[in-house]
């Protein structure tokens, strides 16, 4: 699956920011969010700040992460039509205004910031616009939640053949070894 490069990367980051800053579960044990600095540590490493994210904003990025985690959920439950209203009603908030950019070696692409343009805002608005992007496509099944027990954990599949539904290979393998373990305990001796 390849929307187009940028899109991807986005795509991509927007499951890295859910699973960052919202809490849950991750690989069988609760995930709690991490404190405001070490928060502002991780997502300056996924949205690519350039190594800091200013801390004022770190409050605003977990609070559009928790609004886009529903839309991985809605369609984890096969509720595209779900999704897709919530993406607009986000759409409407965020204002994102779609403009031309090219930096760091990259043909031109598509850049959204929302009319506010603080750095929370813009990643928001690009974030839904990704998502957007993503269920408006024959691929709107590839965004989902970790199928791990003990894991609720988000993921965008990217596989040839779409098949993806982990957020992880710990994960898969966790659940692989019980699969196995289970069989080994059923077998007659």
Excluded at 66 to 78: N, S
Excluded at 148 to 174: I, L, M
């Amino acid at each position: 699956m390849n929307f187009n490069s940028h899109t991807d990367a986005v795509v991509t980051a927007t499951a890295e920011l859910v699973n960052a800053a919202t809490p849950g579960e991750r690989r069988g044990r609760p995930y709690a969010v991490p404190d405001r600095e070490q928060l502002a540590k991780t997502l300056a490493d996924t949205l690519d700040a350039g190594g800091r994210v200013d801390p004022t904003q770190v409050g605003k990025l977990a609070a559009a992460a928790a609004r886009l985690r529903l839309v991985f959920e809605h369609v984890d439950r096969g509720e595209v039509d779900a999704a897709a209203r919530r993406v607009n009603a986000l759409i409407d908030e965020l204002q994102p205004t779609p403009y031309l950019d090219r930096h760091d070696g990259q043909p031109w692409h598509l850049h959204y910031h929302s009319r506010d343009h603080d750095f929370a805002g813009g990643w928001a608005a690009s974030c839904v616009i990704a998502l957007a992007t993503v269920l408006s496509s024959e691929y709107a099944d590839r965004l989902g939640v970790c199928s791990a027990g003990g894991c609720d954990r988000v993921y965008v599949d990217v596989s040839r053949n779409g098949t993806r539904r982990f957020c992880s290979t710990a994960c898969q393998n966790r659940v692989k070894a019980a699969a196995h373990r289970a069989r080994g305990l059923a077998t007659p001796v």
